[in-house]
């Protein structure tokens, strides 16, 4: 096996004095979710200078928080939107290819319990795969009650008739975030998490770059840029509300709000109340609505719910008949549903959906991948919406948009089509072992052995997380506080909240000791507590 390329370390004190340095970069991203780090993945490989500020944590908000499917989009196929689903099967492809231990098929079924769904959704989803084509990762196939219950066992018996399976894919969110992020800088990109953006500079009414602070010390910092990418999520229209005014001054239309914000929630339950490597999928509950039980890192998530809602909160909290819906639907197709008392874990994401801009003066450009490009008069260029199968075609577009407003220069098309991520290493490397699986040493990929060469690769702190991997992802993966350690380096408080609260003690004198930083260890406690308390 090749060896991997040795870790880049990522010392806070180091990069804020990068950030520190007078200098003029091509983009400044603001936003370190899916889009962002694509975007600013995307600019690096072409050998842009890119500054990247993200205000907490890489894929704090949205993007650890998926139903962790990397999708084709089948929903978008029964609405007749066959360009869009061919794009995203291509971008399956892509991921698939370019990170296959964070990203991997994953077979479905469809179980039926009415004569009519083998062949309606059967024919659906041979469309998919003609779709597809060699972008293909298998066959669906219309499969008997013995196959259905065979490859799901905790499927409930009384009334069904066979079942459909299919294939998709899915994936772990935010390590997949993380090898963005360290893939970028890789590629020359400097990315700072807890540095905020507070507002923008100016020259000649135009935007020159971003006031930013560091959220840990308060220092402040300004990033002299060509072009500034507002790349925050549901939270975008906060710096296009600080742009509003120089939008105006140049004849602009005032700034509406752009994101409608929904939520997912999702329940994380035992691996055997679904007790297969195989995912269930319903595509129209009792309601109309979809609900998934996706096998991921040992456990099983349950979900999700589309539930609009007016606020912004960091942490949302699941209302409490999403809950009955997602347990209740459960109970209709599994032979053991899971009750509240059975949860180990329970998280929401805020979907970015995006509002109708009535404003014509805007260079604005809609994708139908559902998300959405704007550059306002002051060169403010905003993205939001779209998913995270998507990302990469999304950061094309980005980079594109700004080339075609004369705000970033460059001859070089994008290269991240065939671009492997960190811990990828491409052919001649052992097959990846499952994402089902329960997380362990391989969740590394190839820096598996640089983990297990670090101090503690043997002081285990619970199945699947040693001390050598929280060092690791102090010393080469941004980790500064107990919640990035056990929320998104390892997915501990997203698979049994109660476990990460117990070994929060311990991963905070680890990181201290290796950051001299504070961990902020109690609020990690406040928040464990409500990933544990089901409505």
Same mark, same amino acid.
């Given at each position: 096996?090749?060896?991997a390329?040795?870790?880049?370390?990522t010392?806070?004190?180091?990069?804020?004095?990068?950030?520190?340095?007078?200098?003029?970069?091509?983009?400044?991203?603001?936003?370190g979710?899916?889009?962002g780090?694509?975007?600013a993945?995307?600019?690096?490989?072409?050998?842009?200078?890119?500054?990247?500020?993200?205000?907490?944590?890489?894929a704090k908000g949205?993007s650890?928080?998926?139903?962790?499917?990397?999708?084709?989009g089948?929903?978008y196929?029964?609405?007749?939107?066959?360009?869009?689903?061919? &794009?995203a099967?291509? &971008?399956?492809?892509?991921?698939?290819?370019n990170?296959?231990?964070?990203?991997?098929p994953?077979?479905?079924?469809?179980?039926s319990?009415?004569?009519?769904?083998?062949?309606?959704?059967?024919?659906?989803?041979?469309a998919?795969?003609?779709?597809?084509?060699?972008?293909?990762?298998g066959?669906?196939e219309?499969?008997?009650?013995?196959?259905?219950?065979a490859?799901?066992?905790?499927v409930?018996?009384?009334?069904?008739?066979?079942?459909?399976?299919?294939? $998709?894919?899915?994936?772990?969110?935010?390590?997949l975030?993380?090898?963005?992020?360290?893939?970028?800088?890789?590629?020359?990109?400097l990315?700072?998490?807890?540095?905020?953006? $507070?507002?923008?500079?100016?020259?000649?009414?135009?935007?020159?770059?971003?006031?930013?602070?560091?959220?840990?010390?308060?220092?402040?910092?300004?990033?002299?840029?060509?072009?500034?990418?507002?790349?925050?999520?549901?939270?975008?229209?906060?710096?296009?509300?600080?742009?509003?005014?120089?939008?105006?001054?140049?004849?602009?239309?005032?700034?509406k709000?752009?994101v409608?914000p929904?939520?997912?929630?999702?329940? =994380?339950?035992?691996?055997?109340?679904?007790g297969? $490597?195989?995912?269930?999928?319903?595509?129209?509950?009792?309601d109309?609505?979809?609900?998934?039980?996706?096998?991921?890192?040992?456990?099983?998530?349950l979900?999700?719910?589309?539930?609009?809602?007016?606020?912004?909160?960091?942490?949302?909290?699941?209302?409490?008949?999403?809950?009955?819906?997602?347990?209740?639907?459960?109970?209709?197709?599994?032979r053991?549903?899971?009750?509240?008392?059975?949860?180990?874990s329970i998280?929401?994401?805020?979907?970015?959906?995006?509002?109708?801009?009535?404003?014509?003066?805007?260079?604005?450009?809609?994708i139908?991948? &559902?998300?959405?490009?704007?550059?306002?008069?002051?060169?403010?260029?905003?993205?939001?919406?779209?998913?995270w199968?998507?990302?990469?075609?999304?950061?094309?577009?980005?980079?594109?948009?700004?080339?075609?407003?004369?705000?970033?220069?460059?001859?070089?098309?994008?290269?991240?089509?065939?671009?492997?991520? =960190?811990?990828?290493?491409g052919?001649?490397?052992?097959?990846?072992?499952?994402?089902?699986?329960?997380?362990?040493?391989?969740?590394?990929?190839?820096?598996?052995?640089?983990?297990?060469?670090?101090?503690?690769?043997?002081?285990?702190?619970?199945?699947?997380?040693?001390?050598a991997?929280v060092?690791?992802?102090?010393?080469?993966?941004?980790?500064?506080? =107990?919640?990035?350690?056990?929320?998104?380096?390892?997915?501990?408080?997203?698979?049994?909240?109660?476990?990460?609260?117990?070994?929060?003690?311990?991963?905070?004198?680890?990181?201290?000791?290796?950051?001299?930083?504070?961990?902020?260890?109690q609020?990690?406690?406040?928040?464990?507590?409500?990933?544990?308390? =089901?409505?």
């Amino acid at each position: 096996m090749p060896p991997a390329t040795p870790a880049m370390p990522t010392p806070r004190a180091e990069l804020l004095a990068r950030l520190a340095q007078e200098q003029v970069v091509d983009i400044a991203v603001v936003g370190g979710g899916a889009t962002g780090l694509g975007v600013a993945l995307d600019a690096a490989a072409r050998g842009l200078r890119v500054v990247l500020v993200e205000s907490h944590d890489f894929a704090k908000g949205t993007s650890s928080r998926a139903t962790k499917l990397v999708h084709g989009g089948v929903r978008y196929l029964a609405q007749g939107n066959i360009g869009l689903v061919r &794009e995203a099967l291509h &971008e399956r492809t892509t991921l698939l290819h370019n990170a296959p231990y964070l990203a991997q098929p994953l077979a479905f079924v469809i179980p039926s319990y009415h004569w009519w769904e083998i062949p309606f959704y059967g024919a659906g989803l041979a469309a998919y795969d003609l779709l597809a084509g060699k972008a293909g990762l298998g066959r669906t196939e219309l499969i008997g009650k013995t196959r259905t219950q065979a490859l799901l066992p905790s499927v409930r018996p009384e009334g069904l008739k066979g079942g459909i399976k299919y294939w $998709d894919g899915q994936f772990n969110d935010a390590r997949l975030a993380l090898a963005l992020a360290r893939t970028a800088a890789l590629h020359g990109a400097l990315l700072v998490n807890y540095c905020r953006a $507070d507002g923008l500079l100016y020259e000649a009414g135009q935007v020159a770059g971003v006031q930013c602070v560091d959220t840990l010390t308060g220092t402040s910092y300004r990033v002299r840029a060509q072009c500034v990418v507002n790349a925050a999520g549901v939270w975008v229209d906060a710096l296009r509300t600080h742009d509003s005014p120089a939008h105006q001054a140049l004849g602009g239309a005032p700034v509406k709000p752009m994101v409608a914000p929904s939520q997912g929630a999702h329940l =994380v339950v035992d691996r055997d109340f679904l007790g297969s $490597d195989t995912a269930l999928m319903v595509p129209k509950t009792s309601d109309g609505r979809v609900l998934f039980a996706v096998p991921w890192l040992g456990k099983v998530i349950l979900g999700t719910t589309d539930t609009p809602r007016m606020d912004l909160d960091r942490e949302p909290l699941a209302f409490d008949e999403e809950v009955a819906f997602i347990l209740g639907e459960s109970a209709r197709y599994l032979r053991r549903p899971p009750c509240r008392a059975d949860v180990r874990s329970i998280w929401v994401g805020l979907r970015p959906l995006v509002k109708p801009q009535s404003d014509s003066v805007e260079a604005t450009k809609a994708i139908s991948r &559902e998300h959405t490009v704007l550059v306002s008069r002051s060169g403010l260029v905003t993205v939001t919406g779209g998913k995270w199968t998507t990302y990469r075609a999304m950061a094309e577009d980005v980079l594109s948009t700004c080339v075609a407003h004369g705000l970033v220069v460059t001859g070089v098309a994008s290269r991240t089509g065939h671009l492997h991520l =960190v811990g990828s290493g491409g052919s001649g490397h052992d097959a990846p072992v499952s994402i089902s699986a329960p997380p362990g040493l391989h969740s590394y990929g190839v820096e598996a052995p640089q983990v297990a060469a670090l101090p503690g690769a043997t002081s285990v702190l619970c199945d699947g997380l040693s001390e050598a991997m929280v060092r690791f992802a102090a010393r080469y993966e941004y980790a500064v506080t =107990v919640e990035d350690m056990l929320a998104r380096r390892s997915r501990l408080l997203f698979l049994d909240a109660r476990a990460a609260l117990g070994l929060a003690d311990r991963v905070a004198a680890i990181l201290q000791q290796e950051t001299r930083l504070d961990p902020q260890t109690q609020a990690f406690k406040v928040l464990a507590e409500q990933y544990f308390l =089901v409505p």
